[in-house]
């Protein structure tokens, strides 16, 4: 359902960079107590009849405030997606298995034959202004996307397999020829034409195409490149899900109240108010009710495993956490890797992904539920796992006879590079919870424990914002960085990786990482055993190469008022869980 987020230190629900938890070797005989319970949880809440009204209070746990860009091709956090949730409602419902369905906003037909889809926007289904949702309101989504003015980082090489969409974005074009509105743009069809059909194009969050739609009537008149700062992103956005907003408070909260237009019919709550809470204030926040909805912090799952008066549900987000090195920069449109980059040792990169102690880190400190990941494709993605990439273990003496054999010779207390010249790694790690400053300090001690001199890239934690804007700009003081991915439902990395994707944040880009990435989303790949031998290849290659190191993943446990019902975690309730939920009777 989702596209690519960029999470925060703890994630976008509890906590994707558990790898950023206070470090320690050893390990409880309770360690994980913890997961033992999630995996007893269930998805959703028992189902109950539901009353009309009441008030819902939900918590967004963050250190920083929110950036409150609401447009799905402009924002990139998936804290503002979880502000936005309420409202944004996607065009396609998913069985749970993420393949699309037509129960949803929208209808949805593929033709392999003519290489096109047709998106059928339903009657009725009405933005919370009253205006119906139109072919031209899809398709308008497109040209936010690609347009160079709104500077979207949704803009990829995949959505550029859509007839047209490149010489419109080069400004050759002023329409996009692929995209046609069938009953002109207040119809509610548009077929969509491709170069080539892709084999994931079935399941939700492929990349090919949008699933969403902006209110042409509310944007036509803002340019482009003024859209993201407009009162309309900003302060007024409009919706077509179940509520709509009536009051921001810029980066601190939202409320929301039903949208009397919506097209499933009138939601159970009066109002939802969305406030940020600091993740250190979590477990007194679920303790003393100050929230009907609220994630749990896992390393504070010891203080609020008790509380009543609460359903806590629970499942494994498709997310991870991730050590970066910095190999190039994004010039003109493209990944564009320097081969002089300090980082682009490979040596190197094995042996600090080697010295980080990860698994100790993660039992000792979140009661086993967070756990190390070794590859780029989560377990959840079925066979497209490989689960014989065991990924980088915690092993200083591999670590120092990397560095040995490459050349990094120990001057006193550090290496130095093969050249003889001192080594200095710039190391940019986000703020987080009161245990992220030691656990940061935890790895850069391990670091100088095979003699390299890792300091932090401003001498401190950097905020959530401000993080990503230094690794989305390439700032030259960043080697190596510490982020965490909210993944797509369709297995492809193609949007993370290849040579066109903004979110390729390390810049790396190789011949045989763009083989794979194209062979695994190709016309062979319609065969899922030969799609499913280039999803393995391509992970061991990632994990050889060690561009891109994945850390940790966790169990994402959700604290609910036990009077609320219709709450769920299920893909196949996505799209549909806040017209559902309500108070019980």
Same mark, same amino acid.
């Given at each position: 359902?989702?596209?690519?987020?960029?999470?925060?230190?703890?994630?976008?629900?509890?906590?994707?960079?558990?790898?950023?938890?206070?470090?320690?070797?050893?390990?409880?005989?309770?360690?994980?107590?913890?997961?033992?319970?999630? &995996?007893?949880?269930?998805?959703?809440?028992?189902?109950?009849?539901?009353?009309?009204?009441?008030?819902?209070?939900?918590?967004?746990?963050?250190?920083?405030?929110?950036?409150? *860009?609401?447009?799905?091709?402009l924002s990139t956090t998936a804290y503002d997606s979880?502000?936005?949730?309420?409202?944004?409602?996607?065009?396609?419902?998913?069985?749970?298995? +993420?393949?699309?369905?037509?129960?949803?906003?929208?209808?949805?037909?593929?033709?392999?034959?003519?290489?096109?889809?047709? *998106?059928?926007?339903?009657?009725?289904?009405?933005?919370?202004?009253?205006?119906?949702?139109?072919?031209?309101?899809?398709?308008?989504? +497109?040209?936010?996307?690609?347009?160079?003015?709104?500077?979207?980082?949704?803009?990829?090489?995949?959505?550029?397999?859509?007839?047209?969409?490149?010489?419109?974005?080069?400004?050759?074009?002023?329409?996009?020829?692929?995209?046609?509105?069938?009953?002109?743009?207040?119809?509610?069809?548009?077929? *969509?034409?491709?170069?080539?059909?892709?084999?994931?194009?079935?399941?939700?969050?492929?990349?090919?195409? #949008?699933?969403?739609?902006?209110?042409?009537h509310q944007l036509k008149n803002i340019p482009f490149?003024?859209?993201?700062?407009?009162?309309?992103?900003?302060?007024?956005?409009?919706?077509?899900?179940?509520?709509?907003?009536?009051?921001?408070?810029?980066?601190?909260?939202?409320?929301?109240?039903?949208?009397?237009?919506?097209?499933?019919?009138?939601?159970?709550?009066?109002?939802?108010?969305?406030?940020?809470?600091?993740?250190?204030?979590?477990?007194?926040?679920?303790?003393?009710?100050?929230?009907?909805?609220?994630?749990?912090?896992?390393?504070?799952?010891?203080?609020? &495993?008790?509380?009543?008066?609460?359903?806590?549900?629970?499942?494994?987000?498709?997310?991870?956490?991730?050590?970066?090195? &910095?190999?190039?920069?994004?010039?003109?449109?493209?990944?564009?890797?320097?081969?002089?980059?300090?980082?682009?040792?490979?040596?190197?990169?094995?042996?600090?992904?080697?010295?980080?102690?990860?698994?100790?880190?993660?039992?000792?400190?979140?009661?086993?539920?967070?756990?190390?990941?070794?590859?780029?494709?989560?377990?959840?993605?079925?066979?497209?796992?490989?689960?014989?990439?065991?990924?980088?273990?915690?092993?200083?003496?591999?670590?120092?006879?990397?560095?040995?054999?490459?050349?990094?010779?120990?001057?006193?207390?550090?290496?130095?590079?093969?050249?003889?010249?001192?080594?200095? *790694?710039?190391?940019?790690?986000?703020?987080?919870?009161?245990?992220?400053?030691?656990?940061?300090?935890?790895?850069?001690?391990?670091?100088?424990?095979?003699?390299?001199?890792?300091?932090?890239?401003?001498?401190?934690?950097?905020?959530?914002?401000?993080? +990503?804007?230094?690794?989305?700009?390439?700032?030259?003081?960043?080697?190596?960085?510490?982020?965490?991915?909210? #993944?797509?439902?369709?297995?492809?990395?193609?949007?993370?990786?290849?040579?066109?994707?903004?979110?390729?944040?390390?810049?790396?880009?190789?011949?045989?990482?763009?083989?794979? #990435?194209?062979?695994?989303?190709?016309?062979?790949?319609?065969?899922?055993?030969?799609?499913?031998?280039?999803?393995?290849?391509?992970?061991?290659?990632?994990?050889?190469?060690?561009?891109?190191?994945?850390?940790?993943?966790?169990?994402?446990?959700?604290?609910?008022?036990?009077?609320?019902?219709?709450?769920?975690?299920?893909?196949?309730?996505?799209?549909?869980?806040?017209? &559902?939920?309500?108070?019980?009777?």
């Open positions: 359902m989702k596209k690519t987020q960029l999470l925060g230190s703890i994630g976008l629900v509890t906590g994707a960079v558990l790898t950023l938890a206070a470090c320690g070797q050893k390990s409880n005989a309770n360690d994980n107590a913890g997961a033992n319970n999630a &995996k007893k949880f269930p998805q959703q809440t028992p189902k109950k009849a539901v009353k009309k009204g009441g008030t819902l209070s939900y918590a967004l746990e963050t250190d920083t405030p929110f950036t409150g *860009i609401f447009n799905n091709e979880t502000v936005a949730q309420f409202g944004n409602e996607s065009l396609f419902d998913t069985d749970d298995s +993420y393949k699309i369905n037509n129960k949803g906003p929208a209808t949805f037909k593929l033709d392999r034959k003519a290489k096109t889809i047709t *998106i059928e926007v339903k009657k009725g289904v009405k933005w919370s202004d009253g205006k119906q949702v139109t072919a031209k309101d899809v398709e308008y989504e +497109y040209e936010i996307m690609a347009n160079k003015g709104s500077e979207s980082q949704r803009y990829t090489a995949s959505l550029q397999n859509i007839v047209g969409l490149t010489d419109y974005h080069d400004g050759k074009s002023k329409t996009i020829s692929g995209i046609e509105m069938p009953d002109g743009e207040n119809g509610r069809k548009v077929v *969509i034409h491709f170069k080539e059909m892709k084999p994931g194009m079935l399941q939700s969050g492929n990349g090919y195409f #949008l699933e969403t739609a902006s209110p042409y490149d003024k859209l993201q700062s407009s009162d309309a992103v900003r302060k007024n956005p409009i919706f077509f899900g179940p509520y709509k907003i009536s009051k921001i408070v810029r980066g601190q909260s939202v409320t929301w109240v039903p949208n009397k237009y919506y097209w499933r019919g009138t939601p159970k709550l009066d109002k939802i108010t969305i406030s940020v809470v600091n993740p250190n204030s979590a477990s007194q926040a679920i303790k003393s009710h100050k929230f009907d909805i609220a994630d749990v912090v896992n390393s504070q799952w010891d203080q609020v &495993k008790n509380t009543k008066d609460v359903n806590f549900v629970a499942k494994i987000p498709l997310s991870y956490g991730y050590m970066g090195f &910095k190999v190039g920069k994004w010039k003109d449109g493209r990944n564009v890797m320097d081969p002089k980059a300090k980082m682009n040792n490979k040596s190197l990169r094995q042996a600090m992904a080697y010295a980080m102690n990860i698994d100790a880190v993660d039992k000792r400190y979140t009661h086993g539920l967070s756990f190390r990941v070794p590859t780029l494709i989560p377990e959840q993605f079925g066979d497209y796992f490989n689960k014989n990439v065991k990924g980088y273990s915690y092993n200083l003496k591999k670590a120092n006879q990397l560095l040995d054999k490459a050349g990094y010779k120990k001057k006193g207390t550090y290496r130095v590079q093969p050249n003889g010249k001192p080594l200095t *790694i710039y190391f940019a790690a986000m703020t987080g919870d009161s245990n992220q400053e030691p656990i940061i300090r935890n790895y850069i001690q391990q670091w100088k424990k095979i003699g390299l001199n890792v300091k932090l890239t401003t001498g401190r934690l950097i905020e959530f914002n401000s993080f +990503y804007d230094k690794i989305q700009n390439d700032a030259k003081n960043v080697d190596v960085f510490m982020g965490a991915w909210s #993944l797509s439902s369709e297995p492809s990395p193609n949007d993370l990786y290849n040579e066109k994707a903004p979110f390729n944040f390390t810049r790396f880009v190789t011949k045989k990482n763009t083989q794979l #990435l194209n062979e695994m989303d190709s016309q062979k790949a319609f065969n899922h055993k030969y799609r499913v031998d280039k999803f393995h290849e391509w992970q061991k290659y990632m994990n050889d190469e060690a561009y891109v190191v994945p850390t940790s993943n966790n169990y994402s446990i959700t604290a609910v008022n036990k009077k609320l019902s219709g709450y769920s975690l299920k893909p196949s309730d996505a799209n549909s869980v806040w017209y &559902k939920v309500g108070y019980t009777k």
